[in-house]
């Protein structure tokens, strides 16, 4: 049998054996109960609470204003609505600031939400801090590239990798995040050719988002796929659903019939 054709919840050693399977893994974020249900029935092999829950839900302009306990809350929300998918929480912005912080989030979530895993931002820097969870027995995917709590510095968002040094760095980031325990690795918004060198140089997974076909799985945001959306979405998304428009249809069929119905007599 398949590492995911049980009907089990998925581990770490589920998402290794697809990598070297060379079965190409599934992930989609999801922030609310029915929304990872529904990716869950579907197949999903990894769900992750992002905190692009601050772009997408909240209505922040970055992920900066996401707090612990918003994430705690969807979070739950999110594994109480799935029993297959691996459920994988993002630690936002200053919650993983350094090994001991990083270390006290990850336990708040994985002890109030049931998560299996955690997903901290940052290049090499981060390999101790992701080194210390580990050590503790804590799930760390790993995630590099365009790292969105990072936005400051990097002074917007674009892709990464474009020069030599600057693919270097993230092969070598990738080299000792691998290194430091990291289960999985995101390559976000990453030159194709360099994201497929490092996938071809890790025994992990790498999860691509705007980085080419090449990677060992790919993320999305929910919202993009199914085109549940009021403002741009990314080149790469391709909806594969019109959610927007039917929302918008069925809100505005709704008000035609509530306005058809014959006038209540005025009151006063
Ligand atoms: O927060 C998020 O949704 C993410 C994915 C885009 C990888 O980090």
Redesign the pocket.
């Known amino acids: 049998m398949s590492a995911t054709t049980d009907n089990k919840r998925l581990t770490t050693r589920d998402i290794h054996a697809l990598r070297r399977s060379g079965e190409k893994i599934a992930?989609l974020?999801a922030y609310d109960h029915v929304t990872a249900a529904l990716v869950d029935q579907a197949g999903v092999e990894i769900i992750?609470v992002?905190?692009?829950?601050g772009n997408?839900v909240l209505g922040y302009e970055t992920?900066l204003p996401v707090t612990l306990d918003d994430m705690i809350r969807h979070a739950g929300a999110v594994y109480r609505g799935t029993t297959r998918a691996m459920v994988v929480c993002?630690l936002p912005f200053g919650t993983a600031k350094d090994p001991e912080t990083a270390l006290g989030s990850a336990i708040a979530v994985l002890q109030q939400t049931g998560c299996q895993a955690v997903?901290i931002?940052g290049g090499g820097a981060a390999a101790p801090i992701v080194a210390r969870l580990v050590e503790q027995g804590i799930p760390v995917m790993a995630?590099i590239g365009l790292t969105?709590q990072a936005v400051h510095q990097l002074g917007g968002y674009y892709r990464h990798g474009k020069d030599a040094p600057a693919a270097q760095e993230l092969i070598a980031a990738a080299r000792e995040l691998q290194k430091a325990g990291a289960f999985a690795i995101?390559l976000?918004f990453i030159v194709p050719e360099v994201a497929a060198e490092i996938t071809l140089m890790l025994d992990i997974p790498t999860?691509g988002?705007g980085s080419g076909p090449d990677c060992a799985g790919q993320?999305?945001?929910i919202n993009d796929l199914i085109g549940l959306n009021v403002g741009p979405v990314p080149g790469f998304a391709k909806p594969k659903a019109d959610v927007a428009g039917i929302i918008r249809q069925a809100v505005g069929e709704y008000v035609a019939e509530v306005k058809a119905h014959p006038k209540e007599p005025s009151i006063g």
């Open positions: 992930m974020t992750l992002g905190d692009s829950l997408v992920t993002d997903k931002e995630h969105p995101v976000e999860i988002i993320v999305l945001v």
